[in-house]
């Protein structure tokens, strides 16, 4: 049966791509669909079909019920930050830059770090494409390094992923490229907390790591630098993991190469399908994860797709505490409301700093004490307290709440619980 796909025209940081097709055109997979409105990336069509609809959001195709692996290669060049340009690819660990403004950078003595960490608990493509597939990211990585000028490279991997740790070791035949193993806390992929545990340089907020002379660059989006420079092939397809409420079991499952604008309810059917009633869909980590309905489409940042349990019940008061890395006043509001919880007041952590419209922390996952943020809450008259923050701060919200007789919600609990994954609270000694 044919398919509709919905290829959003803004899948970057930036403005929204401009279509280069009208409706009723017949389009081939890798086919160039919309070009960059000032900052941005190209995008490409993912599947060949037809375009039977052009919004201000998004280019709808009918598929075609045949689908040649083939599709059409970017233009030829020898010059990688063009290959990388030409693909459209941007951070697709999340963050959306593209790639070819981040990479055009000297960093003679510095490094390219290959971010594998997935500091999203339950997301499982990258430690699976590490696991499976080292040696394109391997290839994207040397690209990377060739294209910056960059003396070094590392890829960071959490500590409890052995096996993606020893993959990507086994195919290293540089000695300016090694493996460093990070702790298995929130938000450890942060790229600033990865300069300054890698680097031992703290970038401010509004500070990008090339002024550590550094480039931070998620491991899927490396390996899609490489295939654009050997296979001359565009991003059309994400990685994404799909795990919560599943009739087939609780455990994560990775999709690889699924084409971009994909519905997510059709992901979830492939998956196995939604069992029984469920809270959220998240698209994304639980930390950071957009609650989206049943129509979005895979973007190439999509990470993870996930089905949540309905969230927990509450009717007391409740003081929300806003986390730079994590839970934004808004998603804190949002869940605080699917909740049935009033509001009786709103902190941010005093590491919270705004930066060109959004918040940043001043210094990821190294908690300042949480103990007059907490109080304060008290104050404005909650009984219970719904926190965003990373791992460190939540145990020094548990060092003083409980304390003060105040209940703690963490805004990932009813996603975590989904899959009886253990709660954000106090950290292990
Ligand atoms: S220190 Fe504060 S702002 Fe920074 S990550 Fe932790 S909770 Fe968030």
Known sequence: MSKRIFIYLQQHIGAPAIPQVNVGDRVK??????????????????????????????????????????????????????????????????????????????????????NG??????????????????????????????????????????EKNKKAIEAMKSVIDD???????????????????????????????????????????????????????????PVISKNVTVVGRLKSGRKPLVFFDVP???PVSELIEKAGGIEGQYGE??????????????????????????????????????GLL????????ARLREVAEKMGAPVAGVERCKQVVDVKGGIKCENPGNCPGQAEKILKLRKAGADVVLV???SDCTNTVMGVAPKLQLPVYHHTDHVLRTVGHKLVRRLKK
């Open 322 to 329: 806003v986390c730079g890395c994590g839970a934004n006043e």
């Open 29 to 114: 997979k890798g086919q160039l669909i919309a070009v960059p409105n000032g900052l941005g990336a190209n995008i490409h069509s993912s599947l060949y079909g037809q375009v039977v609809n052009i919004t201000q959001n998004y280019i709808e195709i009918l598929a075609d019920e045949e689908q040649p692996e083939e599709f059409v290669p970017i233009k030829e060049t020898d010059n990688i930050l063009e290959a990388i340009k030409e693909a459209g690819i941007v951070g697709m660990g999340g963050a959306g830059f593209p790639t070819h403004i981040k990479m055009n950078v000297n960093l003679e003595g510095g490094y390219v770090i290959a």
């Open 281 to 318: 869909i998240l698209m994304g980590g639980p930390f950071t994860g957009k609650s989206v309905n049943l129509d979005a489409a895979v973007i190439k940042t999509t990470g993870g797709v996930i089905v949540t349990d309905p969230l927990p019940k509450e009717k007391r008061k409740i």
């Open 388 to 390: 965003g923050t990373c």
């Open 117 to 158: 960490i997935e500091c999203e608990p339950l997301l499982y493509h990258n430690v699976k494409q590490m696991e499976e597939k080292p040696e394109l990211i391997y290839r994207g990585l040397k690209y990377a390094m060739k294209v910056t000028n960059a003396s070094k490279g590392c890829i960071a991997i959490k």
């Open 175 to 233: 000695d300016r490229i090694e493996v460093k193993m990070m702790p298995d806390i929130y938000p450890m992929g942060e790229e600033r907390a990865l300069v300054r545990d890698i680097l031992g340089v703290l970038l401010r907020p509004d500070q990008l790591p090339a002024a550590a002379k550094a480039v931070v660059t998620n491991v899927e989006t490396l390996s899609r630098i490489a295939e654009a420079v050997d296979y001359r092939k």
């Open 260 to 262: 971009i604008g994909t």
